[in-house]
Each structure stands twice: as structure tokens, then as C-alpha cells.
């Protein structure tokens, strides 16, 4: 009987350090500006692995806080909000996860280094002032290029001076790591409308970048 008393305490504990570590889960992705539904979703199924799981791999979590998303979505007894869901993951952009954080690709060229004029600043030494730029071409993927860095730009540990990235790359500038995750749209019309809308302010974003490109 204290066997069975001891495995019951054990598993009651189990469950409340998991009920805490999604409740933890769900502020931080408020904190980020992200879909905190998605991340909990994704982390649940490690059960008390799941904060771990969310702070050391990011990319798989979200990965499969995206498949809990179209099964649900996709079920005909909730056709209605599944329809009404549409519209906001059409605004779900790509992002990077550097340490843990999101930062969301919302402009069609971003710059990455280490002085704080660039939109996206790293601040780590081995990192340039200027080091790389993602640029998101006319179909909607993004490409990483090196700006003639002093350590190179790497993916998935292969040196790059330019490369299309694909949804869970690994990309080093330096000594700095990120992952790249892509626009989670599954609706390839959705996906197609938020390019059109990405083309009549690229002139004025392209413009915006020139200002702060360091004189050669």
C-alpha cells in the first residue's frame, strides 16, 4: 500500500511541475509576441520535458504546435473556426530563434550584425558590424547573404556566401547560431496573398535598408 501511495504522490507531482511549466510556457510566448496556444500545444506532448524541450529546441516544438494547429483547424465540426483562423496565420511571418527568442522577419531585407543600426543586432564579438543580410525573394522565401563578414556566414555547418533557407536551418554568423522557421501557412492562396501585399512597400523598405549601408 506504500508503494501504490508513494507511485500516486509521484505522478500527482509529475503532472502539477508540467501544468506549471506550460502555464511558464504560455507567459513567455505573450512576453515574445508569439501564438502562445501554438507553443503550449507543441511543448504538451513532452509532458514534464516541456520546458526543456521549448528552451533547447524551439524549431521542434513549434513544429508540432503547427501540426495540432491543422488538425484542428481542418476538422469539419469546427468549419467556422477554422475559417475565422485563416486570416491570422496569414500574418505568422518566418522568424529567427536566437537564444530562445523570436524575431520575426517582417521586412523584405533585414540586416544581422553587431553594431545596433542593424534591424536584427547580435551582440557577440566574433560577429561583423554588418555581417549578413536576409533578404525574402519574389516567391516568398528568404536567402541569407553574407555582406564580406570576417568569421562567414554558415548553414547547417556549410559556409555560405548565399543560400535559400528552408524551415529549420541552422544559420551561423560567427559564433552566433540561429534557427530559421518559415512563414507557417499551410493554405498555399494565403500564402501567395501575403507575398502580393509584401510587393508594393519593398521600394520603400529597400530604401530604408541604404540608409544605414556603411560607405565602401
Same mark, same amino acid.
Given at each position: 500500500?506504500?508503494?501504490?501511495?508513494?507511485?500516486?504522490?509521484?505522478?500527482? =507531482?509529475?503532472?502539477?511541475?508540467? @501544468?506549471?511549466?506550460?502555464?511558464?510556457?504560455?507567459?513567455?510566448?505573450?512576453?515574445?509576441?508569439?501564438?502562445?496556444?501554438?507553443?503550449?500545444?507543441?511543448?504538451?506532448?513532452?509532458?514534464?520535458?516541456?520546458?526543456?524541450?521549448?528552451?533547447?529546441?524551439?524549431?521542434?516544438?513549434?513544429?508540432?504546435?503547427?501540426?495540432?494547429?491543422?488538425?484542428?483547424?481542418?476538422?469539419?465540426?469546427?468549419?467556422?473556426?477554422?475559417?475565422?483562423?485563416?486570416?491570422?496565420?496569414?500574418?505568422?511571418?518566418?522568424? =529567427?530563434?536566437?537564444?530562445?527568442?523570436?524575431?520575426?522577419?517582417?521586412?523584405?531585407?533585414?540586416? @544581422?550584425?553587431?553594431?545596433?543600426?542593424?534591424?536584427?543586432?547580435?551582440?557577440?564579438?566574433?560577429?561583423?558590424?554588418?555581417?549578413?543580410?536576409?533578404?525574402?525573394?519574389?516567391?516568398?522565401?528568404?536567402?541569407? !547573404?553574407?555582406?564580406?563578414?570576417?568569421?562567414?556566414?554558415?548553414?547547417?555547418?556549410?559556409?555560405?556566401?548565399?543560400?535559400?533557407?528552408?524551415?529549420?536551418? @541552422? !544559420?551561423?554568423?560567427?559564433?552566433?547560431?540561429?534557427?530559421? @522557421?518559415?512563414?507557417?501557412?499551410?493554405?498555399?492562396?494565403?500564402?501567395?496573398?501575403?507575398?502580393?501585399?509584401?510587393?508594393?512597400?519593398?521600394?520603400?523598405?529597400?530604401?530604408?535598408?541604404?540608409?544605414?549601408?556603411?560607405?565602401?
Amino acid at each position: 500500500m506504500s508503494g501504490q501511495v508513494l507511485l500516486t504522490f509521484i505522478v500527482v =507531482l509529475a503532472v502539477l511541475v508540467w @501544468l506549471a511549466e506550460l502555464v511558464w510556457l504560455y507567459k513567455v510566448a505573450q512576453d515574445q509576441r508569439i501564438d502562445p496556444i501554438r507553443t503550449v500545444s507543441g511543448a504538451a506532448i513532452f509532458f514534464v520535458a516541456a520546458a526543456p524541450v521549448a528552451r533547447m529546441s524551439p524549431s521542434i516544438v513549434d513544429r508540432v504546435g503547427g501540426v495540432w494547429e491543422s488538425v484542428f483547424s481542418s476538422s469539419p465540426s469546427r468549419g467556422s473556426n477554422a475559417r475565422s483562423r485563416q486570416p491570422s496565420s496569414s500574418q505568422a511571418p518566418a522568424r =529567427l530563434l536566437i537564444d530562445g527568442n523570436q524575431k520575426s522577419l517582417t521586412i523584405p531585407r533585414i540586416r @544581422l550584425g553587431r553594431y545596433p543600426n542593424n534591424e536584427i543586432a547580435i551582440d557577440n564579438s566574433t560577429v561583423s558590424a554588418y555581417h549578413a543580410e536576409m533578404i525574402q525573394r519574389p516567391d516568398g522565401r528568404h536567402e541569407i !547573404v553574407d555582406l564580406d563578414s570576417r568569421n562567414g556566414t554558415r548553414v547547417n555547418g556549410a559556409i555560405v556566401r548565399s543560400q535559400v533557407l528552408k524551415d529549420g536551418d @541552422l !544559420v551561423t554568423l560567427g559564433g552566433a547560431s540561429m534557427h530559421y @522557421l518559415a512563414p507557417s501557412m499551410s493554405d498555399p492562396q494565403v500564402a501567395l496573398a501575403g507575398a502580393d501585399r509584401m510587393d508594393e512597400p519593398v521600394a520603400q523598405q529597400d530604401h530604408d535598408v541604404e540608409v544605414y549601408r556603411p560607405e565602401r
